[in-house]
């Protein structure tokens, strides 16, 4: 049978409470900017918000005036959403925990990921929300995905318990070698003649 191929995420919709707290929260909180609204198409009871997370796709948020905020935390039961990552720069990823205590949002604090550092809250839905820092840049022509399952196969064959550092480093070694042509004698094929 035939795939359907994704080409990436087109949004993620989620339900929100008024349309205040998500204004504040993903616009406010987050810097995503609201785009626009308009009615959700399959619920007339409820308001479709629109907001871009900085990279061109959405996250729309179904709210209703009659909804309040519950922080309880989201269900994490099979088939539910555990947590939703956004990527940040470095800069900002090392502002994010005087940023978050300003506005006195409770936190984990930096966790090291081996290959990225995260900080995990929650929205004021219950919401498990991640920010993300890649500690690395993919090489011109290669996207983070690349280099991770390059850093992936070199951890797995070193019998290592996790992307570290290291396996990032020789990983974008081993695109670049294999996506950039060289003159020198190493890399160079031989003369045939």
């Given at each position: 049978?035939?795939?359907?191929?994704?080409?990436?995420?087109?949004?993620?919709?989620?339900?929100?409470?008024?349309?205040?707290?998500?204004?504040?929260?993903?616009e406010g909180v987050l810097g995503m900017p609201?785009?626009?609204?308009?009615?959700?198409?399959?619920?007339?009871?409820?308001?479709?918000?629109?907001?871009?997370?900085?990279d061109g796709r959405l996250i729309t948020i179904?709210?209703?005036?009659?909804?309040?905020?519950?922080?309880?935390?989201?269900?994490?039961?099979?088939?539910?959403?555990?947590?939703?990552?956004?990527?940040?720069?470095?800069?900002?990823?090392?502002?994010?925990?005087?940023?978050?205590?300003?506005?006195?949002?409770?936190?984990?604090?930096?966790?090291?990921?081996?290959?990225?550092?995260?900080?995990?809250?929650?929205?004021?839905?219950?919401?498990?929300?991640?920010?993300?820092?890649?500690?690395?840049?993919?090489?011109?022509?290669?996207?983070?995905?690349?280099?991770?399952?390059?850093?992936?196969?070199?951890?797995?064959?070193?019998?290592?318990?996790?992307?570290?550092?290291?396996?990032?480093?020789?990983?974008?070694?081993?695109?670049?070698?294999?996506?950039?042509?060289?003159?020198?004698?190493?890399?160079?094929?031989?003369?045939?003649?």
């Amino acid at each position: 049978m035939r795939k359907l191929q994704s080409q990436g995420v087109h949004h993620i919709t989620l339900v929100g409470a008024d349309r205040q707290t998500s204004i504040d929260f993903w616009e406010g909180v987050l810097g995503m900017p609201f785009i626009f609204e308009q009615p959700n198409l399959d619920r007339a009871s409820e308001s479709h918000l629109y907001f871009d997370p900085g990279d061109g796709r959405l996250i729309t948020i179904f709210t209703d005036e009659n909804r309040k905020p519950d922080p309880s935390r989201t269900p994490t039961d099979i088939g539910c959403v555990h947590h939703i990552a956004f990527a940040v720069s470095r800069a900002t990823f090392q502002q994010a925990v005087e940023r978050l205590n300003e506005r006195e949002i409770s936190h984990s604090g930096v966790k090291d990921r081996g290959f990225m550092d995260s900080i995990y809250f929650e929205d004021p839905l219950g919401l498990l929300i991640e920010l993300a820092s890649y500690r690395f840049e993919p090489p011109a022509g290669h996207t983070h995905a690349a280099v991770l399952m390059e850093a992936h196969q070199i951890r797995v064959a070193r019998g290592d318990y996790a992307i570290a550092e290291v396996h990032l480093a020789d990983a974008i070694e081993a695109l670049m070698q294999r996506s950039r042509p060289t003159l020198s004698a190493e890399r160079a094929p031989k003369n045939p003649y």
